[in-house]
């Protein structure tokens, strides 16, 4: 693969201060007019197991994460021995001087099933017991170590901010990882400062003392390494205003954009930071007044879905944010929504499953689930996003989706999106339009009778909103007749459920091919990788490698997956000699969704089911060998710790 990147990652107990260290990292960079893209990978214990954050970084557009790691800030032991191997040759290990002499078989967070795997290594290339062998072992691999006194920083940090006892600056030490590795890279230190501040902005104090910490690190770094590593990251020059943002926020402010102004939820990881994120900034700032947004933790997740329901029907933008756990909850009232036409949207971030599974890991496995939950037959629009910025975009359109069509939308995501984070430039958001479909008011009323359900040619009835005058209505979640009450007639029941499920031909109809897929690559190619969500960024990225290699593919992304777009989709596929399924599940799931649509099946498949999102690297690898006929029909991806 072209090297064409600087790979930093920062790993350490969780609540070590690994997401903060990273942060400020991924804005210096992001300051200095680097593109970044960060990974961030954590336990679901709250504190204590292992956490890292891998972060790339380049002159030019990057969409995900390779394996190579050039700089590996390690916060403890177990970091390096789980991430060493990561390391490339001429790359380098920062670790603090206490830890060497650790006894890595004696770490207590470390896994039985990871124990083996380290006895193993450790026979087969005869390292002993300590962390200083193991660095000794790497040496060996032209891995440079930086072994830095941490302790002795500490004292001496604690001495010029007049804080004599050590344990109240400790925490600095993710401070201090930062200042070493941006002198190794010789990179702007005004421009780490400039981070630290923005991250403690609310806490000036400290902002001041860790920019001390930095810049005192910074010097022992510069003046005890020199200039021993090779890699170097160099600032350039850029018009555009830039924006750091993860994939929660850029929902969250989607959502913002799409007229939102009520949010519910019951915590749950990876969602659970979207709405928090809304929380923070419930009160916004416009040019002309101060709106605000409402977000409810409710007891659970029936009220999550049923109070965004009940919100909408009273006439505002509501949305529900959950997990897999969590949308089983809501099948019920999901249905209720779909037999009372209720323009609700469910944003829905796919985790490890099935059951707790693993709750802060990446999966694509509910997709199944999202188009057939619930009980009966009723319409649901389903549009995944593939990265960031179709995250803002696509969390704005699904109101205008779901208020024009009415009926609920599923804004279906994974974990990797969600706390995955990027350089963007600034969101363009002054061409988008709210429509709010046929969503009458008072004077419209009156002197008419109003029908909530009237039969209309195209499945669609003028609504309005609870307690609007003239507009008396009925909602019961039986089905019922054109004014909402009960109704179990023959002729009826037809009648409605054909109401309902016709809007779907509308929806094809009407929404824009982009909306529905995107396409990537040479179209006329012979070989076609299919996929949808988070795999997105590391399928493009391969693709432009196998080009460089003379290999021809085409890269087609799903992203409207109910209705899904068959006869575009058929005719793409058509006649294609090698279609290549990717995404990260076990069996396949669009693969089957576009048999089933198409009667078209994949004939490879390279799938992951680790709970690790795809790198670019192993996905380029994959394909490289179903290109050149090398590849079983299956392959499953295996990179990440």
Same mark, same amino acid.
């Given at each position: 693969m072209a090297k064409d990147s600087i790979n930093w990652m920062a790993g350490g107990p969780q609540g070590s201060g690994?997401?903060? @260290?990273?942060?400020?990292?991924?804005?210096?960079c992001g300051y200095g007019g680097l593109h970044v893209f960060g990974r961030r990978e954590y336990h679901s214990n709250i504190k204590g197991l292992h956490s890292y954050f891998h972060l790339r970084l380049s002159k030019k557009e990057i969409l995900a994460n390779i394996n190579d790691v050039d700089l590996l800030a390690a916060f403890d032991a177990e970091t390096v021995v789980r991430h060493m191997n990561e390391v490339v040759p001429e790359g380098g290990i920062i670790i603090g001087s206490q830890h060497l002499n650790t006894n890595v078989m004696h770490i207590s967070t470390l896994p039985p099933e990871f124990r083996l795997e380290m006895r193993k290594f450790m026979q087969e290339n005869n390292v002993g017991e300590t962390l200083a062998d193991w660095l000794e072992h790497a040496k060996k691999l032209n891995i440079q170590v930086f072994s830095v006194p941490y302790m002795d920083l500490l004292n001496q940090i604690g001495q010029k901010l007049g804080v004599i006892q050590l344990s109240k600056i400790t925490r600095m030490i993710n401070v201090l990882t930062v200042g070493v590795s941006f002198a190794l890279f010789k990179y702007d230190r005004e421009l780490a400062e400039r981070a630290v501040r923005a991250i403690f902005a609310d806490k000036s104090k400290i902002a001041e003392m860790n920019?001390?910490?930095?810049?005192?690190?910074?010097?022992y770094a510069e003046s005890t390494f020199k200039d021993n590593f090779k890699h170097r990251l160099e600032k350039t020059s850029i018009t555009e205003e830039r924006i750091f943002v993860t994939g929660n926020q850029a929902v969250a402010m989607g959502k913002v954009l799409g007229?939102?102004?009520? $949010?519910?939820?019951?915590? %749950?990881?990876?969602?659970?930071?979207?709405? /928090?994120?809304?929380?923070?900034?419930e009160i916004l700032k416009t040019s002309d007044k101060d709106?605000?947004?409402?977000?409810? $933790?409710?007891?659970?997740? !029936?009220?999550?879905?049923?109070?965004? @329901?009940? @919100?909408? *029907?009273?006439? =505002?933008?509501?949305?529900?944010?959950?997990?897999?756990?969590?949308?089983?909850?809501?099948?019920?009232?999901?249905?209720?929504?779909?037999?009372?036409? =209720?323009?609700?949207?469910?944003?829905?971030?796919?985790?490890?499953?099935?059951?707790?599974?693993?709750?802060?890991?990446?999966? $694509? @496995?509910?997709?199944?689930?999202?188009l057939h939950s619930g009980h009966g037959e009723f319409p649901r629009i389903v549009l995944a996003s593939g990265d960031i910025r179709e995250c803002f975009y696509d969390a704005a359109k699904v109101f205008n989706l779901a208020e024009k069509y009415q009926m609920p939308v599923i804004h279906l995501l994974d974990k990797a999106m969600a706390n995955c984070s990027q350089t963007y430039p600034v969101f363009a958001y002054h061409q988008f339009k709210i429509d709010r479909g046929q969503l009458l008011t008072e004077k419209d009323l009156e002197g008419k009778e109003y029908k909530r359900f009237s039969f209309t040619e195209t499945g669609i009835s003028p609504r309005v909103a609870l307690g609007t005058k003239n507009g008396v209505h009925w909602y019961t979640g039986d089905e019922h007749n054109e004014s909402g009450h009960i109704s179990e007639e023959p002729l009826t029941r037809r009648l409605m459920v054909e109401k309902r499920m016709k809007k779907l031909n509308l929806v094809d109809k009407e929404i824009p091919l982009e909306d529905k897929l995107a396409f990537f690559g040479d179209?006329?190619?012979?070989?076609?990788?299919?996929?949808?969500?988070? #795999?997105?960024?590391? %399928? !493009?990225?391969? +693709?432009?490698?196998?080009?460089?290699?003379? *290999?021809?593919?085409?890269?087609? $992304? +799903?992203?409207?997956?109910?209705?899904?777009?068959?006869?575009? =989709?058929?005719?793409?596929?058509?006649?294609?000699?090698?279609? %290549?399924?990717? /995404?990260?599940?076990?069996?396949?799931? *669009?693969?089957?969704? %576009?048999?089933? &649509?198409?009667?078209?099946?994949?004939?490879?498949? !390279?799938? &992951?089911?680790?709970?690790?999102?795809?790198?670019?690297?192993?996905?380029?690898?994959?394909? &490289?060998? =179903? *290109?050149?006929?090398?590849? #079983?029909?299956?392959?499953?991806?295996?990179?990440?710790?």
């Open positions: 690994v997401d903060t @260290a990273s942060n400020i990292f991924g804005r210096a920019v001390i910490a930095l810049n005192h690190a910074y010097d007229g939102c102004r009520v $949010q519910t939820y019951y915590p %749950i990881t990876p969602a659970a930071d979207e709405s /928090e994120y809304l929380e923070a900034h709106e605000s947004i409402i977000v409810v $933790q409710t007891e659970d997740e !029936i009220a999550a879905i049923t109070s965004a @329901a009940g @919100a909408a *029907l009273a006439g =505002v933008r509501a949305a529900t944010s959950t997990s897999g756990p969590g949308f089983s909850l809501m099948a019920e009232g999901l249905s209720w929504a779909g037999n009372s036409e =209720v323009p609700v949207v469910i944003t829905y971030y796919q985790r490890g499953a099935p059951a707790t599974g693993l709750p802060t890991r990446n999966g $694509q @496995a509910d997709l199944h689930f999202v179209q006329g190619s012979e070989n076609i990788v299919v996929s949808w969500g988070s #795999p997105k960024g590391a %399928i !493009i990225e391969s +693709i432009r490698l196998l080009k460089a290699d003379g *290999l021809s593919a085409g890269f087609l $992304q +799903i992203r409207m997956l109910s209705p899904f777009p068959s006869e575009i =989709v058929r005719r793409l596929l058509a006649g294609k000699k090698c279609i %290549i399924d990717v /995404e990260d599940n076990y069996c396949g799931q *669009l693969g089957d969704l %576009i048999k089933e &649509k198409t009667g078209i099946a994949p004939n490879y498949f !390279i799938l &992951k089911y680790t709970g690790r999102p795809m790198t670019t690297t192993e996905v380029y690898e994959a394909l &490289k060998l =179903v *290109l050149t006929n090398q590849a #079983p029909t299956r392959q499953v991806l295996m990179y990440g710790s």
